[in-house]
């Protein structure tokens, strides 16, 4: 028979249990015995769901306190020589000050750089690495987890992010590759203790099998599992997802491991090559269920598709998610107040535990037929992008630049936010009180205007010299514009988590997209109405709120997308006829969203690109249209982005020490408008000093004309208090005067 298993489980716990721990910690609310209780109650529970729901193993080494790569990192000893200066006095302060540059003991430092993992929207502490580096075993925590498990009754399965895959997301080398031979006896060793500690097998995630890798990384797999294979006295199981795996699906095949697994939700085509590549012995474990949605899944059609496989492989055959279940949320009974006959179309990862029992019991010889799931007919990509083929602004920018400086007078170095403001606890009250229907729609809009009121004063007091009007009225960038158009389903408790304590909701796509009515034009007028100096509209872009929604499965995401750009349209022409002239329609996620394969590149951004340029085709030339990106690597997209045709791009810089603008001012130059690149890292509690920035706005002056630098962070504030906000900004307005004084 069939066995089931999963690669990993979501580790925030069913009502965000880690989370509300972690930030009381920070906070000195609790001590770390505390901490460390609610992080041991997280993983048992976790466990039990496995072992309730039938899985024959259970995963170990998926639980992390802030983030799986960083584990790792320390794990092996990668850890930059500025935090041993005032380091912490216990592991787990150490492990917090590099996530997040401030722990309970220990002093303040910049943080690890952040980007997201793989095309998803989950960040990562990125390894550090230098020519010179050493590496050294310190597998305490995950030794001790898998004894943990084991005393619980469980069958472990210890899970650990591969060699070649943890070289490849780390930078500060040319070539990474160039480490392994240091490396690899770690891994050699760290294998052999999982075997002591009676692990019988053991998963190890390359999940860069899915990409198009260089030669020498695709000969550095078969010398270094040889090394792994000789040393494990555990079986092990090589994971990729994320992407099909195509020229790389014989070599993985190959290597010298008991098992393989393939994402077949990502690469279903996939499924009867892989079996075909089996040796004898070898299990291959399909990931059929979705890791990274929340819909049902059509179980007959796996049934129908595996059964051969099943009779032929019989054990040797194991099923499960496509990825891990990170990026799922935890558990839908916890959705209290969604209808039933929505809830009868979705899955979360507990839901998707029984997907997997379900359809092992079906492909049992002689079992029921299960019924299918009925799918409709849509428009095609193809289609879409023919419908965006003339998306431009009728006017170039060099045109449009000229009339919007003739417009705002703004100065050099003009200075502004990317748009959130600190969602105080009072503030997330009234909402919770609006929700319960505690207070009427009048009061809460009260509140609303008087938050926006107080951002703008402290902005004008500050000295910005564009504003935002702070966003009180939104609970998050894409979940608040899912909740106002038509074609959503919004969720309770639908949490998944975005980096360390940070979870999101996103809301689900379940039909045609529409807008119904205005969605901002009454936030943003209002807070024009109280300043002389210019207020952007905010909105998040079309391509975002597709990738951070879960996106229905029945139709193409374009179609989607271009039905959400075309409800943005009407929003930004009406903002723009209620007087605001500088709107910014924030894409932070269309790199996310960009295929792993570079053979599907040009298809996704004829039409996300194009999508975009929609939404503000048809705006004057003195409207100025920005943007906002952050965290991800942006040289190999560098194309699509100068085609958004945003008049100002704002970007994450600071936290991979301005190394982002290699690609926005490089040698084929770079981004041709105008560009804010972030001065200082705002998921850092750190308050940057003014000397720095200002040293940080030489640097930027280096690459970046004057007349087109823009000076703001990163990104929103929407995660910091308003001490840390009016310090930081203080500073960094200040910073911009004293370089624009100079270079005047």
Request: proline letters at 6%; one cysteine or more.
């Amino acid at each position: 028979m069939a066995k089931t298993h999963i690669l990993g489980y979501p580790r925030i716990g069913a009502n965000r249990e880690l989370k509300r721990a972690q930030e009381a910690y920070w906070k000195g609310e609790i001590d770390q015995k505390a901490l460390l209780a609610a992080g041991s109650q997280v993983r048992s529970q976790n466990w039990q769901a496995q072992q309730a729901a039938g899985l024959a193993l259970t995963t170990v080494g998926d639980f992390a306190w802030y983030d799986q790569v960083l584990n790792h990192s320390l794990m092996f000893g990668v850890i930059p020589e500025r935090f041993a200066e005032g380091a912490a006095d216990n592991k787990l302060d150490q492990y917090f000050r590099l996530a997040r540059g401030r722990a309970p003991s220990g002093e303040p430092v910049a943080a690890n750089a952040m980007t997201k993992w793989f095309d998803t929207n989950y960040h990562y502490l990125v390894p550090e690495f230098t020519a010179d580096q050493n590496f050294s075993l310190d597998s305490e925590w995950l030794l001790a987890e898998v004894q943990e498990a084991q005393s619980l009754g469980h069958n472990v399965k210890p899970v650990v992010i591969g060699p070649l895959t943890y070289l490849w997301l780390g930078r500060g080398v040319d070539n990474a590759l160039e480490l392994l031979p240091k490396l690899l006896p770690c891994y050699v060793e760290l294998l052999e203790q999982l075997a002591s500690a009676a692990a019988q097998w053991v998963q190890i995630d390359e999940p860069i099998l899915g990409l198009d890798l260089p030669a020498q990384w695709r000969d550095a797999f078969a010398p270094t599992y040889q090394a792994l294979s000789k040393a494990s006295g555990s079986k092990l199981l090589l994971a990729s997802y994320f992407s099909p795996l195509q020229e790389n699906l014989q070599l993985a095949f190959d290597l010298p491991v008991d098992g393989v697994h393939i994402d077949a939700v990502r690469g279903p085509e996939e499924v009867a090559p892989a079996a075909a590549a089996l040796r004898d012995g070898q299990v291959l474990s399909v990931g059929v269920i979705n890791g990274r949605n929340v819909w049902r899944t059509d179980l007959a059609r796996w049934q129908q598709e595996l059964s051969p496989l099943a009779s032929k492989l019989g054990e040797r055959l194991w099923i499960s998610a496509s990825c891990s279940l990170l990026h799922s949320p935890v558990d839908l009974e916890t959705e209290t107040k969604l209808a039933d006959a929505d809830k009868q179309k979705l899955a979360y990862s507990r839901q998707k535990l029984d997907e997997l029992n379900t359809l092992q019991q079906a492909l049992k010889p002689g079992a029921n037929t299960l019924p299918a799931i009925t799918k409709t007919e849509s428009p095609s990509e193809a289609d879409v992008r023919a419908e965006l083929d003339s998306t431009w602004r009728a006017e170039k920018y060099p045109q449009r630049a000229e009339v919007q400086r003739e417009r705002w007078q703004l100065p050099l170095l003009p200075t502004t936010t990317i748009g959130s403001f600190p969602q105080t606890d009072v503030l997330r009250q009234v909402r919770k009180q609006f929700r319960n229907q505690e207070i009427s729609a009048e009061d809460y809009n009260g509140h609303l205007r008087a938050e926006i009121a107080e951002a703008i004063r402290r902005q004008e007091i500050l000295g910005l010299d564009v504003l935002v009007h702070g966003e009180a009225e939104r609970n998050d960038m894409v979940e608040y514009f899912g909740e106002q158009l038509d074609g959503f389903i919004h969720t309770g408790n639908g949490w998944v988590q975005s980096y360390g304590s940070r979870c999101v909701k996103p809301p689900i796509i379940a039909g045609d997209i529409s807008r119904p009515n205005p969605m901002t034009v009454q936030w943003s007028e209002y807070a024009q109405s109280l300043s002389k100096k210019p207020v952007k509209g905010m909105l998040t872009g079309p391509v975002t709120i597709l990738n951070w929604s879960f996106p229905r499965e029945d139709i193409p995401r374009a179609v989607s997308c271009l039905q959400i750009a075309k409800a943005l349209r009407e929003e930004v022409l009406d903002l723009e006829a209620a007087g605001i002239g500088i709107i910014q329609i924030d894409e932070p996620a269309l790199r996310e969203g960009v295929p792993l394969r570079v053979s599907g590149h040009d298809d996704y951004f004829a039409w996300a690109v194009g999508c975009f340029r929609y939404t503000c085709s048809e705006v004057k030339a003195e409207t100025q249209i920005h943007t906002h990106m952050c965290y991800s690597n942006f040289n190999a997209i560098m194309d699509a982005i100068v085609a958004l045709d945003a008049d100002v791009i704002t970007i994450e810089s600071a936290r991979s020490d301005l190394r982002l603008l290699e690609a926005f001012a490089g040698e084929r130059g770079g981004y041709p408008n105008e560009i804010g690149p972030g001065i200082y890292d705002i998921h850092s509690p750190n308050v940057p000093e003014r000397k720095e920035l200002v040293n940080r706005l030489y640097q930027l002056l280096k690459v970046i004309p004057l007349e087109k630098l823009w000076i703001n962070p990163d990104c929103g504030l929407k995660t910091r208090n308003w001490a840390e906000v009016g310090s930081a900004l203080l500073n960094m307005v200040e910073a911009a005067r004293t370089v624009r004084a100079e270079v005047a």
